[in-house]
C-alpha cells in the first residue's frame, strides 16, 4: 500500500525556518514527479513547490521563491523554508504522480497519491 508520510511541521515565529519531509513507502517514488501543496483555512490548496523525477527541474509559487527550496532524495521530498512569514501558515501536503516520467506538476488532481499533511503555523 502506498503511502506519504509528511513531518516537520510546527509553530515558528516569523523569519523563522522549518524543514518538512515527506517520505514514500510502499513504492519507489524515484522516477516520478513529486510536489508540495498548501491549503490555508477557507482557501483552495495551492501549489508552493515541485520537483521533477530527476529532481533536475524544479517549480516554486511566486511567494515562497528565495525562500523555500524543494528536493529530493531517493523516496523522500524535503522543503526547507526559510524567512517565514505569518501568511504561509496552512496545513502543508506532499503529493506524488502516479505516471513515471511524467512532467512537473503544479495543480493538485485526485488521482495523485497524498499525503496526510502537516500543520505549519507562523506567528507575527
Known amino acids: 500500500q502506498v503511502q506519504l508520510t509528511e513531518s516537520g511541521g510546527g509553530l515558528v515565529q516569523a523569519g523563522g525556518s522549518l524543514r518538512l519531509s515527506c517520505a514514500a513507502s510502499?513504492?519507489?517514488?524515484?522516477?516520478?514527479?513529486m510536489a508540495w501543496f498548501r491549503q490555508a483555512p477557507g482557501k483552495e490548496r495551492d501549489i508552493v513547490a515541485a520537483?521533477?523525477?530527476?529532481?533536475?527541474s524544479t517549480y516554486y509559487t511566486d511567494s515562497v521563491k528565495g525562500r523555500f527550496t524543494i528536493s529530493r532524495d531517493k523516496n523522500t521530498v524535503y522543503l526547507q523554508m526559510n524567512s517565514l512569514k505569518p501568511e504561509d501558515t496552512a496545513v502543508y501536503y506532499c503529493?506524488?504522480?502516479?505516471?513515471?516520467?511524467?512532467?512537473?506538476?503544479?495543480?493538485?488532481?485526485?488521482?495523485?497519491?497524498w499525503g496526510q499533511g502537516t500543520q505549519v503555523t507562523v506567528s507575527s
Open positions: 510502499g513504492r519507489t517514488f524515484g522516477n516520478y514527479p
Open positions: 503529493a506524488a504522480s502516479r505516471t513515471p516520467y511524467a512532467p512537473i506538476f503544479t495543480s493538485p488532481r485526485g488521482d495523485d497519491y
Open positions: 520537483i521533477s523525477w530527476s529532481g533536475s
